[in-house]
T-cell receptor
C-alpha cells in the first residue's frame, strides 16, 4: 500500500485568510515532503520532515509554515498568501527498501489565492 | 548545466508504437532513478524505479540506466492513447529528489 491522502482537494482563499493543508500516510514512512507545482513545471521542493523533524527548508517564505504533529501527519499552515502562491500543493512520503528510498505522492491540493 | 535534463516535447507517437523518453543527469553520485507519470491536473504517479546499470522491465515499460553516460531512458511499448501524459525523470540528490522538467507524450489513435 502506497497511499498518501491530502485534504482538501481544492481551496480558495483570500490574501488575509489563514488556512491549513493536511496530509496523512499510514505506511510507517520515515520522511514526508511538501512540494509546490505550477502549471507545466516540475514539482518544487518546499520542506522535508525526517522522523518528525524538519530537515530541509528550501528557503520558503514564512507565510508557509509546516508542522509534523506525528509520524503519520503533515500539515502546511498558510497565512497572508499572495496570488502567485496559487498552485498544486503536493505531499509525498518515502519508504526505504535496502538502501534505496522511493517517494510516493498524494493527490494534491489545488490552491487558488484571490 | 541543469541537474536533470529532459526534452520537453511534445513527443508524438501513433498508437501501438514504441515511445522512447530520455533523461540525462549531472551528479555522478546519484544512486536512484525514477520515472513518474503525471496526467494534466493530477499528481505524479511512480511508474518505474531503477538503481543498477542495465534494463528493468515492468509490463509495457522498460527503464534503462547507463551510469557511465549519466543517462536514463523509459521505453513504452504498444503505446496507448491513455499513455498521453507528462513523464518526469527524477534522480536522487542530497536528501531529496531532483526532477527534470518533464517530457510531454502524445499518443494518437
Amino acid at each position: 500500500d502506497t497511499e498518501v491522502t491530502q485534504t482538501p482537494k481544492h481551496l480558495v482563499m483570500g490574501m488575509t485568510n489563514k488556512k491549513s493543508l493536511k496530509c496523512e500516510q499510514h505506511m510507517g514512512h520515515r520522511a514526508m515532503y511538501w512540494y509546490k507545482q505550477k502549471a507545466k513545471k516540475p514539482p518544487e521542493l518546499m520542506f522535508v520532515y525526517s522522523y518528525e523533524k524538519l530537515s530541509i527548508n528550501e528557503s520558503v517564505p514564512s507565510r508557509f509554515s509546516p508542522e509534523c504533529p506525528n509520524s503519520s501527519l503533515l500539515n502546511l499552515h498558510l497565512h497572508a498568501l499572495q496570488p502567485e502562491d496559487s498552485a498544486l500543493y503536493l505531499c509525498a512520503s518515502s519508504v526505504v527498501t535496502g538502501n534505496q528510498e522511493t517517494q510516493y505522492f498524494g493527490p494534491g491540493t489545488r490552491l487558488l489565492v484571490l | 548545466q541543469k541537474e536533470v535534463e529532459q526534452n520537453s516535447g511534445p513527443l508524438s507517437v501513433p498508437e501501438g508504437a514504441i515511445a522512447s523518453l530520455n533523461c540525462t543527469y549531472s551528479d555522478r553520485g546519484s544512486q536512484s532513478f525514477f520515472w513518474y507519470r503525471q496526467y494534466s491536473g493530477k499528481s505524479p504517479e511512480l511508474i518505474m524505479s531503477i538503481y543498477s546499470n542495465g534494463d528493468k522491465e515492468d509490463g509495457r515499460f522498460t527503464a534503462q540506466l547507463n551510469k557511465a553516460s549519466q543517462y536514463v531512458s523509459l521505453l513504452i511499448r504498444d503505446s496507448q492513447p491513455s499513455d498521453s501524459a507528462t513523464y518526469l525523470c527524477a534522480v536522487t540528490g542530497f536528501q531529496k529528489l531532483v526532477f527534470g522538467t518533464g517530457t510531454r507524450l502524445l499518443v494518437s489513435p
